[in-house]
Protein backbone atom coordinates (compact mmCIF):
# COMPACT_ATOMS: atom_id res chain seq x y z
CA UNK A 1 0.00 0.00 0.00
CA UNK A 2 3.10 2.55 1.12
CA UNK A 3 4.73 1.36 -2.51
CA UNK A 4 1.60 2.36 -4.63
CA UNK A 5 0.70 5.73 -2.49
CA UNK A 6 4.67 6.30 -3.52
CA UNK A 7 3.65 5.99 -7.02
CA UNK A 8 0.96 7.47 -7.34
CA UNK A 9 2.19 10.68 -5.26
CA UNK A 10 5.50 10.75 -7.72
CA UNK A 11 3.07 10.59 -10.84
CA UNK A 12 1.31 13.27 -9.62
CA UNK A 13 4.58 15.50 -9.11
CA UNK A 14 5.49 14.70 -12.81
CA UNK A 15 2.16 16.05 -14.23
CA UNK A 16 2.49 19.04 -12.59
CA UNK A 17 6.09 19.57 -13.70
CA UNK A 18 5.04 18.98 -17.22
CA UNK A 19 1.77 21.08 -16.67
CA UNK A 20 4.06 24.03 -15.70
CA UNK A 21 7.05 23.48 -17.75
CA UNK A 22 7.83 25.29 -21.71
CA UNK A 23 7.85 22.50 -24.20
CA UNK A 24 9.30 23.48 -27.75
CA UNK A 25 7.82 21.93 -30.97
CA UNK A 26 8.19 21.35 -34.55
CA UNK A 27 5.56 23.52 -36.71
CA UNK A 28 5.04 24.53 -40.45
CA UNK A 29 2.49 26.45 -41.71
CA UNK A 30 1.18 27.25 -45.14
CA UNK A 31 -1.38 28.87 -46.66
CA UNK A 32 -4.31 29.44 -49.43
CA UNK A 33 -5.07 32.99 -49.95
CA UNK A 34 -6.19 33.20 -53.72
CA UNK A 35 -9.54 31.08 -54.19
CA UNK A 36 -11.04 32.62 -56.11
CA UNK A 37 -13.98 31.81 -59.29
CA UNK A 38 -14.49 34.04 -62.05
CA UNK A 39 -17.94 33.78 -64.43
CA UNK A 40 -17.65 33.77 -67.94
CA UNK A 41 -19.10 35.09 -70.81
CA UNK A 42 -21.52 34.55 -73.62
CA UNK A 43 -21.63 37.60 -75.94
CA UNK A 44 -23.06 36.67 -79.88
CA UNK A 45 -22.81 38.96 -82.39
CA UNK A 46 -24.12 39.97 -85.74
CA UNK A 47 -22.27 41.33 -88.46
CA UNK A 48 -19.48 41.93 -85.62
CA UNK A 49 -21.43 44.20 -83.43
CA UNK A 50 -25.02 44.00 -81.29
CA UNK A 51 -26.97 46.73 -83.49
CA UNK A 52 -30.11 45.91 -85.18
CA UNK A 53 -29.40 43.96 -89.10
CA UNK A 54 -31.82 44.03 -91.61
CA UNK A 55 -30.51 40.96 -93.59
CA UNK A 56 -32.96 41.65 -96.32
CA UNK A 57 -32.81 45.40 -97.01
CA UNK A 58 -35.73 47.29 -97.23
CA UNK A 59 -36.77 46.66 -100.88
CA UNK A 60 -39.48 48.21 -103.05
CA UNK A 61 -41.37 47.34 -105.85
CA UNK A 62 -40.55 43.87 -106.48
CA UNK A 63 -42.53 41.59 -108.66
CA UNK A 64 -43.43 37.98 -109.20
CA UNK A 65 -40.19 36.70 -110.59
CA UNK A 66 -38.00 38.91 -109.16
CA UNK A 67 -35.29 37.17 -106.45
CA UNK A 68 -32.53 37.28 -103.54
CA UNK A 69 -31.25 34.08 -104.27
CA UNK A 70 -27.48 32.77 -105.04
CA UNK A 71 -26.63 32.37 -101.98
CA UNK A 72 -29.19 35.02 -100.66
CA UNK A 73 -28.66 37.90 -98.57
CA UNK A 74 -26.52 37.34 -95.18
CA UNK A 75 -25.37 38.26 -91.55
CA UNK A 76 -22.18 36.73 -89.72
CA UNK A 77 -23.15 35.22 -86.81
CA UNK A 78 -20.09 34.98 -83.86
CA UNK A 79 -19.65 33.99 -80.18
CA UNK A 80 -17.13 36.81 -78.94
CA UNK A 81 -17.49 35.85 -75.00
CA UNK A 82 -15.51 33.18 -73.47
CA UNK A 83 -17.73 30.49 -73.46
CA UNK A 84 -19.75 28.69 -76.19
CA UNK A 85 -23.36 28.06 -75.75
CA UNK A 86 -26.53 26.90 -78.16
CA UNK A 87 -27.64 28.96 -80.91
CA UNK A 88 -31.28 29.23 -81.29
CA UNK A 89 -33.40 31.22 -83.84
CA UNK A 90 -36.81 32.06 -83.66
CA UNK A 91 -38.77 34.27 -86.65
CA UNK A 92 -40.84 36.92 -85.04
CA UNK A 93 -44.83 37.25 -86.49
CA UNK A 94 -44.81 38.15 -89.86
CA UNK A 95 -46.99 41.02 -90.58
CA UNK A 96 -48.59 41.58 -93.47
CA UNK A 97 -49.73 44.95 -94.77
CA UNK A 98 -52.25 45.43 -97.35
CA UNK A 99 -51.92 48.55 -99.55
CA UNK A 100 -53.37 51.53 -98.63
CA UNK A 101 -56.05 53.52 -100.22
CA UNK A 102 -57.38 52.60 -103.74
CA UNK A 103 -55.12 50.24 -105.66
CA UNK A 104 -56.56 49.81 -109.40
CA UNK A 105 -55.39 46.21 -109.74
CA UNK A 106 -56.35 44.76 -106.59
CA UNK A 107 -59.03 41.95 -106.78
CA UNK A 108 -59.21 41.01 -102.58
CA UNK A 109 -62.46 39.79 -101.42
CA UNK A 110 -62.13 41.89 -98.32
CA UNK A 111 -61.56 45.92 -98.35
CA UNK A 112 -57.98 47.17 -98.04
CA UNK A 113 -58.73 48.11 -94.47
CA UNK A 114 -61.25 45.88 -92.24
CA UNK A 115 -61.01 48.94 -89.73
CA UNK A 116 -60.00 52.41 -89.00
CA UNK A 117 -60.51 55.16 -86.47
CA UNK A 118 -58.43 56.88 -83.51
CA UNK A 119 -56.82 55.48 -80.75
CA UNK A 120 -58.09 55.93 -76.64
CA UNK A 121 -55.28 54.91 -75.26
CA UNK A 122 -53.05 51.52 -75.30
CA UNK A 123 -50.13 50.76 -74.14
CA UNK A 124 -46.80 49.35 -76.17
CA UNK A 125 -48.40 46.33 -75.82
CA UNK A 126 -52.41 47.02 -76.55
CA UNK A 127 -54.10 49.66 -78.46
CA UNK A 128 -57.52 50.62 -77.19
CA UNK A 129 -61.06 52.35 -78.93
CA UNK A 130 -63.34 52.61 -76.51
CA UNK A 131 -66.26 52.84 -79.18
CA UNK A 132 -65.59 49.69 -81.31
CA UNK A 133 -66.91 46.58 -81.16
CA UNK A 134 -64.75 44.09 -83.10
CA UNK A 135 -66.03 40.62 -82.66
CA UNK A 136 -63.58 38.80 -80.23
CA UNK A 137 -60.05 38.02 -82.32
CA UNK A 138 -61.68 39.02 -85.36
CA UNK A 139 -58.55 40.58 -86.22
CA UNK A 140 -56.20 37.80 -84.56
CA UNK A 141 -53.17 37.48 -87.45
CA UNK A 142 -53.74 40.89 -89.07
CA UNK A 143 -51.62 44.05 -88.93
CA UNK A 144 -52.43 47.15 -87.66
CA UNK A 145 -50.79 50.09 -88.65
CA UNK A 146 -50.65 53.56 -86.78
CA UNK A 147 -50.44 57.47 -88.25
CA UNK A 148 -51.14 60.39 -87.24
CA UNK A 149 -49.92 62.88 -84.70
CA UNK A 150 -49.12 59.65 -82.00
CA UNK A 151 -48.07 57.00 -84.71
CA UNK A 152 -46.27 54.66 -82.95
CA UNK A 153 -45.16 51.75 -85.61
CA UNK A 154 -46.89 48.91 -87.28
CA UNK A 155 -47.34 45.36 -85.56
CA UNK A 156 -49.14 41.86 -85.62
CA UNK A 157 -52.28 41.87 -83.86
CA UNK A 158 -52.01 38.69 -81.46
CA UNK A 159 -55.15 38.83 -80.31
CA UNK A 160 -58.04 41.47 -79.21
CA UNK A 161 -61.72 42.01 -77.28
CA UNK A 162 -64.20 44.16 -78.25
CA UNK A 163 -62.16 47.35 -77.56
CA UNK A 164 -59.03 46.22 -77.37
CA UNK A 165 -56.00 45.05 -79.77
CA UNK A 166 -53.15 43.08 -77.89
CA UNK A 167 -49.82 43.34 -80.39
CA UNK A 168 -46.67 41.68 -80.66
CA UNK A 169 -43.72 43.32 -81.55
CA UNK A 170 -44.23 46.20 -78.80
CA UNK A 171 -45.16 49.60 -80.62
CA UNK A 172 -42.63 52.05 -79.91
CA UNK A 173 -44.88 53.52 -77.28
CA UNK A 174 -48.40 53.70 -75.82
CA UNK A 175 -51.09 55.04 -78.30
CA UNK A 176 -52.81 58.14 -77.75
CA UNK A 177 -55.75 60.47 -79.01
CA UNK A 178 -53.66 61.42 -81.34
CA UNK A 179 -52.95 57.95 -82.26
CA UNK A 180 -54.60 57.16 -86.00
CA UNK A 181 -54.45 53.35 -86.92
CA UNK A 182 -55.76 51.02 -90.17
CA UNK A 183 -56.26 47.42 -89.60
CA UNK A 184 -55.43 45.13 -92.29
CA UNK A 185 -54.71 41.59 -93.93
CA UNK A 186 -52.12 41.65 -97.23
CA UNK A 187 -51.32 38.57 -99.25
CA UNK A 188 -47.55 39.12 -100.28
CA UNK A 189 -46.45 37.07 -96.71
CA UNK A 190 -48.11 33.86 -98.31
CA UNK A 191 -46.91 34.70 -101.99
CA UNK A 192 -43.18 35.20 -101.29
CA UNK A 193 -40.84 32.12 -100.36
CA UNK A 194 -38.13 31.58 -98.07
CA UNK A 195 -35.01 29.47 -97.38
CA UNK A 196 -33.32 30.46 -94.36
CA UNK A 197 -29.66 28.62 -93.94
CA UNK A 198 -26.54 28.31 -92.01
CA UNK A 199 -23.57 28.14 -93.82
CA UNK A 200 -21.29 26.57 -91.25
CA UNK A 201 -17.96 27.00 -93.58
CA UNK A 202 -18.48 30.51 -95.13
CA UNK A 203 -17.84 29.09 -98.57
CA UNK A 204 -21.24 30.83 -100.26
CA UNK A 205 -22.44 27.27 -100.89
CA UNK A 206 -25.29 25.06 -99.34
CA UNK A 207 -22.83 21.84 -98.66
CA UNK A 208 -25.40 18.62 -98.08
CA UNK A 209 -24.46 16.87 -94.83
CA UNK A 210 -22.51 19.98 -93.80
CA UNK A 211 -24.73 23.11 -93.54
CA UNK A 212 -28.39 23.56 -91.76
CA UNK A 213 -31.32 24.21 -93.47
CA UNK A 214 -34.63 25.77 -91.15
CA UNK A 215 -37.86 24.13 -92.10
CA UNK A 216 -41.27 25.74 -91.60
CA UNK A 217 -41.98 23.29 -89.03
CA UNK A 218 -38.93 23.94 -87.07
CA UNK A 219 -36.67 21.15 -87.96
CA UNK A 220 -33.67 21.64 -89.44
CA UNK A 221 -32.85 19.63 -92.88
CA UNK A 222 -28.54 19.11 -93.96
CA UNK A 223 -29.84 18.12 -97.31
CA UNK A 224 -31.05 20.76 -99.07
CA UNK A 225 -32.69 24.52 -98.80
CA UNK A 226 -36.08 24.03 -97.41
CA UNK A 227 -38.87 26.52 -99.40
CA UNK A 228 -42.00 27.83 -97.74
CA UNK A 229 -43.83 31.04 -97.86
CA UNK A 230 -42.86 34.03 -95.37
CA UNK A 231 -46.20 33.01 -93.51
CA UNK A 232 -45.07 29.77 -92.94
CA UNK A 233 -42.28 30.75 -91.06
CA UNK A 234 -44.09 33.30 -89.01
CA UNK A 235 -43.63 32.17 -84.90
CA UNK A 236 -41.89 29.47 -85.65
CA UNK A 237 -39.02 28.70 -83.34
CA UNK A 238 -35.67 26.49 -83.70
CA UNK A 239 -33.92 25.23 -80.36
CA UNK A 240 -30.32 24.72 -80.02
CA UNK A 241 -29.25 24.33 -84.22
CA UNK A 242 -26.04 24.42 -83.11
CA UNK A 243 -24.87 22.81 -79.98
CA UNK A 244 -21.34 25.17 -78.44
CA UNK A 245 -21.91 27.29 -81.36
CA UNK A 246 -18.22 29.52 -81.65
CA UNK A 247 -18.54 30.87 -84.95
CA UNK A 248 -18.38 32.45 -87.71
CA UNK A 249 -21.25 30.92 -89.41
CA UNK A 250 -22.91 32.54 -92.10
CA UNK A 251 -27.02 32.83 -92.06
CA UNK A 252 -28.62 33.45 -95.48
CA UNK A 253 -31.86 34.45 -96.46
CA UNK A 254 -32.70 33.92 -99.89
CA UNK A 255 -36.16 34.86 -100.83
CA UNK A 256 -38.23 34.30 -103.70
CA UNK A 257 -41.18 36.13 -105.43
CA UNK A 258 -43.18 33.12 -106.89
CA UNK A 259 -44.54 33.22 -110.75
CA UNK A 260 -48.05 32.88 -109.84
CA UNK A 261 -48.69 30.94 -112.97
CA UNK A 262 -51.62 33.11 -113.92
CA UNK A 263 -53.10 36.89 -113.34
CA UNK A 264 -52.97 37.10 -109.32
CA UNK A 265 -52.90 40.85 -108.77
CA UNK A 266 -54.02 40.68 -104.83
CA UNK A 267 -50.52 41.49 -103.35
CA UNK A 268 -49.94 44.67 -105.32
CA UNK A 269 -48.97 47.34 -103.21
CA UNK A 270 -48.75 45.07 -100.38
CA UNK A 271 -45.74 44.98 -97.77
CA UNK A 272 -44.94 41.89 -95.28
CA UNK A 273 -42.13 42.62 -92.49
CA UNK A 274 -40.77 39.68 -90.29
CA UNK A 275 -38.14 39.89 -87.44
CA UNK A 276 -35.94 36.80 -86.66
CA UNK A 277 -34.44 36.76 -83.12
CA UNK A 278 -30.85 35.07 -82.58
CA UNK A 279 -29.94 33.74 -79.20
CA UNK A 280 -26.60 31.75 -77.30
CA UNK A 281 -27.62 30.17 -74.20
CA UNK A 282 -26.31 27.15 -72.08
Known amino acids: MKKILGLAIGAILIIGLVAGGTWAYFQDTETSSTNSITAGTLDLKIDAGDANV ?10 PGDSGKAPGPKATLTAAGTLTGDLSIVFGNAINVESAGSTEFENDSSPAAVGTGTATGGTTATLIDSGAAWGVNAFAGYAVVTGGAGAVGTSYIVSNT ?3 LTVSPAFSGAPGATTDYRISKGELGAKIKIAPWLDLNQDGTFDVGDDIALKSDGSVSTAALQWDTVDAFSGVSFTDVIAGFAGPDDFYLPWDFVEPGSA ?3 AQGDS ?5 TFTLDQ
Open 264 to 266: DNT
Open 162 to 164: ATT
Open 54 to 63: NIIAALADKK
Open 272 to 276: FTIGI
